[in-house]
């Protein structure tokens, strides 16, 4: 499954990120669960919530029903870029 999340992510999600200096790493799938890590202008950006949420869970979700939910594991603290 994480091969066609992959694939998913470079056609759709990769790019939209991409315009915005941001990046994803897609990490495992465990439980109905997608583990990501948010890079670039993602990391530590004040929206990446909304962007996680409202953006990339709903497209997984379009495409893999059985994903019940998207976890990011990035540590937003750290960083050039922090938020808290």
Known sequence: MIHQIE???DKQVR???AEHGG?????DV???KLF???KGGCH???SSKATLKGGIEKI???HFPEIEEVVDLT???SGENPYM
């Open 15 to 17: 790019p939209a990120l």
């Open 44 to 46: 530590g950006c004040s």
């Open 60 to 62: 997984v979700q379009k």
């Open 30 to 32: 465990d439980n109905n």
């Open 75 to 77: 540590d937003h603290t």
């Open 36 to 38: 990501l890590i948010l």
């Open 7 to 9: 694939k998913l992510f």
């Open 23 to 27: 990046g994803v790493e897609i990490v």
